[in-house]
T-cell receptor, first 111, second 113 residues
Framework: NAGVTQTPKFRVLKTGQSMTLLCAQD?????MYWYRQDPGMGLRLIHY???????AKGEVPDGYNVSRLKKQNFLLGLESAAPSQTSVYFC??????????FGPGTRLTVT | GQQLNQSPQSMFIQEGEDVSMNCTSS?????WLWYKQDPGEGPVLLIA?????ELTSNGRLTAQFGITRKDSFLNISASIPSDVGIYFC?????????????FGKGTLLTVNP
């Protein structure tokens, strides 16, 4: 099993550009999550999904959109990137309600 | 509220020393989890605790769920260089959203060989 994979690993955007981050899991998990990690801030939940076709807002959802069209994939979109969205983005999945398993991360820089 | 206080923020120790870190919350919760993040990687689940007073070990790691259900600690015995990383505590949210976790801000551990 590959577990949780994220694409791409690194990306540099200019302010105003858009992009989509892809998360895929092969563990048949119901729950999927997107977090951002900033120095000194820990992990903050952006959006999450409790099943195929569902999405919900987390702690810091502004400027992001998500979609879960297939159970194994969870996409995070930035419609108009801003420098404040420079961060490391982690996807996680889980089935047992409390245990989440993380991908390797995407490092995004917005200039 | 939903805040988690994790301490210390950072530790610099010698190889072979024992390490202790903890998390506290102002509210009671049902689950505590401990994760480790290696540099440049995603967090990896180390230990999950589900009952007040529960003490669980994973190799040189031991974690306990406090009796008051408001705190948890993680101990690492006989530290080695590969223990370097950021350790996060996390706990489930209350009520019907217990599939969401709140994370502490992490303890950065440096081990000097």
């Amino acid at each position: 099993n590959a577990g949780v994979t994220q694409t791409p690993k690194f990306r540099v955007l200019k302010t105003g550009q858009s992009m989509t981050l892809l998360c895929a899991q092969d563990m048949n998990h119901e729950y999927m999550y997107w977090y951002r990690q900033d120095p000194g801030m820990g992990l903050r939940l952006i959006h999450y999904s409790v099943g195929e076709g569902t999405t919900a807002k987390g702690e810091v959802p502004d400027g992001y959109n998500v979609s879960r069209l297939k159970k194994q994939n969870f996409l995070l979109g930035l419609e108009s990137a801003a420098p404040s969205q420079t961060s490391v983005y982690f996807c996680a999945s889980g089935d047992f309600p409390y245990e989440q398993y993380f991908g390797p991360g995407t490092r995004l820089t917005v200039t | 509220g939903q805040q988690l206080n994790q301490s210390p923020q950072s530790m610099f120790i010698q190889e072979g020393e024992d390490v202790s870190m903890n998390c506290t919350s102002s509210s009671i919760f049902n689950t505590w989890l401990w994760y480790k993040q290696d540099p440049g990687e995603g967090p990896v689940l180390l230990i999950a605790l589900y009952k007040a007073g529960e003490l669980t070990s994973n190799g040189r790691l031991t974690a306990q769920f406090g009796i008051t259900r408001k705190d948890s600690f993680l101990n690492i015995s006989a530290s080695i260089p590969s223990d370097v990383g950021i350790y996060f505590c996390a706990r489930t949210n209350s009520g019907g959203s217990n599939y969401k976790l709140t994370f502490g801000k992490g303890t950065l551990l440096t081990v000097n060989p």
